[in-house]
């Protein structure tokens, strides 16, 4: 018994801003950000929260998949940027398509969050707890991001991106890996609420650690590092070279990042799907949103293996073999 991606869906807010238009704000240029990173232009909400953006992908999801709201089993949220601390967006999801029988929870493990879910997914479902799961990773960077800082707003944009999974007999999951090395945490935070107690006398306001705060080249290493030696993990457990692999879905934070794990993996560098050119770095839905955009254009085939692998605060990484 395995875990099978029977549909996938991705949804981006409409307002696109390009670097030129980051340009106007602080002191970067085109060039600069897309030798830098790929990034070209990146989609920004112009209010709809997190859980919008995660309710059309669930909605999406459940036409694709052909299924009935009741008949889902599990609803699987990641985010680091939820609309609220509680209800959990995976609620908020739950209640908008009205999938009653399910069970739904949010978790937390920045741009691997995806990775994360989908790996608690399968668990459900290969030990026959559930029969199906709706996984999704959903942000709204935007709210988080310093839009002074030119170090970190030219990195990140907006959206959702999911998977509807079920078990099956044949193709599906083949063998993955999460993992996290917590004493890096702080090289990549956001989202610090401190403990100022208003009781106390303590003035209130936006915590400067509520932005993201990130040591961009630390993270680089790290990123390079964990996502090869996972990979290379993942293979050998299953026992596939790297030449059967006919795409990798990597975490869509940078070009740079890509090429130097193309390079150490020798998989070769056509066979990374990108669209960081047009989103950026969108955290938890990176991964599903161009996993989404590669099912979409009708580049995978039944059976064909596919890994998906990223990295992202915490610091966590995530990869995953896939037989599609
Ligand atoms: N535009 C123009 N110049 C910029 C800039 C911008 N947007 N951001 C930084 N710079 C400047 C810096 O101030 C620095 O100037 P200095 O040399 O005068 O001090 C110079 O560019 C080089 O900065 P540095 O941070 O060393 O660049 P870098 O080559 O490491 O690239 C990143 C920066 C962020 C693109 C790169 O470190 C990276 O991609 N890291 C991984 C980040 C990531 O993936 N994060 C998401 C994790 S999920």
């Known amino acids: 018994m395995t875990t099978r991606i029977i549909a996938t869906g991705a949804y981006a807010p409409g307002q696109v801003i390009t670097n030129n238009d980051l340009a106007k ?3 970067t240029s085109d060039e600069w950000i897309t030798q830098r990173t790929g990034i070209k232009e990146r989609h920004i909400s112009s209010g709809d929260n997190t859980s919008v953006l995660a309710i059309n992908t669930a909605k999406q999801l459940l036409e694709r998949a052909g299924v009935e709201a ?4 599990l609803i699987i949220v990641a985010s ?5 601390g509680t ?14 029988n399910a069970v739904a929870f949010d978790v937390t493990a920045a741009c691997s969050g995806f990775m994360f879910a989908l790996s608690i997914a399968d668990k ?14 959903a942000e709204t960077l935007s709210k988080i991001v310093d839009w002074s800082d030119r170090s970190t707003c030219v990195l990140f944009g907006d959206g959702a991106g999911g998977a509807f999974v079920e078990k099956s007999e044949t193709d599906g999951i ?17 989202g610090y609420t401190s403990c100022s107690n208003a009781f106390n006398g303590n003035e209130s306001g936006t915590d400067p650690l509520w932005y993201v705060n990130m040591n961009g080249r630390e993270v680089f290493k790290f990123a390079t590092k964990s996502v090869v030696k996972s990979v290379e993990r993942v293979l050998a457990s299953a026992d596939v070279s790297p030449d059967e ?8 934070a940078n070009v740079r990042i890509v090429e130097v794990i193309s390079n150490k993996l020798k998989i070769p560098y056509e066979k990374f799907y990108m669209n960081m050119d047009r989103y950026g770095n969108t955290s938890s839905a990176s991964i599903p949103m161009a996993l989404n955009e590669l099912n979409e254009r009708g580049l995978v ?24």
């Open 174 to 190: 083949i063998k993955e890996e999460i993992g996290t090395k917590g004493e890096l945490y702080d090289i990549l935070t956001e």
């Open 80 to 84: 680091v940027t939820p609309d609220y």
């Open 301 to 324: 085939k039944r059976g064909d293996k596919i890994l998906l692998t990223g990295f992202g605060g915490g610091m966590t990484w995530g990869t995953m073999l896939v037989s599609w």
């Open 70 to 73: 009741e008949s889902v089993d």
């Open 87 to 100: 209800p959990s967006l995976g609620c908020m999801v739950q209640k908008e398509i009205g999938a009653v």
């Open 245 to 252: 692999i006919a795409y990798v879905v990597p975490h869509q």
């Open 25 to 27: 704000i602080v002191d």
């Open 124 to 137: 459900y479902i290969r030990t026959g707890v559930y029969n199906n799961a709706i996984v999704i990773g």
